[in-house]
């Protein structure tokens, strides 16, 4: 059911994010507890505010009661992703590039399903990432099409 939504909910929430100069990060349909969530993830090219926020979260609800595509009664939540922001597309991933991720396989790399560091490169199909172990920085290369999830870090 929340693939069905999602899906929705990207066909009418895109040609308001395409008017601001926005992207679409992520959507997430949720139940937590008693309550469902449509969380709506926004970014910008210079970031977003409280005001991008505000702006997509009232013209998308106006056009979800329209179109009224969610049988139950939820809550509408838009925000940035974060400093912690899913990679979802490959795009996300070259846009990364330089910056500290952190990536899961489906399977075990070299023994390693996790791995942490700055992302050196990616060409399309191959992940460059610089880890550093101990006192070593060692680079570890892993195949896009083995990535089950990748998001921005903080390292400390």
Not at 51 to 73: G, R
Request: glycine fraction near 6%.
């Amino acid at each position: 059911m929340g693939v069905d939504v999602t899906q929705k909910v990207e066909q009418l929430v895109q040609p308001i994010l395409d008017e601001l100069n926005l992207e679409l990060v992520d959507i997430e349909f949720v139940k937590e507890g008693k309550n469902w969530f449509l969380r709506v993830f926004i970014d910008g090219p210079e970031g977003i505010g409280l005001d991008d926020c505000s702006t997509v979260s009232e013209q998308l609800s106006k056009s979800l009661d329209s179109t009224d595509p969610i049988d139950q009664a939820y809550y509408l939540e838009v925000s940035s992703p974060g400093a912690e922001r899913p990679l979802k597309k490959a795009n996300d991933i070259a846009k990364a590039v330089g910056k500290n991720v952190h990536v899961s396989t489906y399977a075990p790399l070299d023994g390693e399903k996790v791995f942490e560091g700055r992302l050196l490169s990616f060409d399309g199909e191959l992940l460059v990432i610089e880890q550093k172990v101990k006192t070593q920085k060692l680079e570890k290369t892993i195949p896009y099409d083995k990535v089950a999830k990748a998001r921005l870090a903080v390292l400390f």
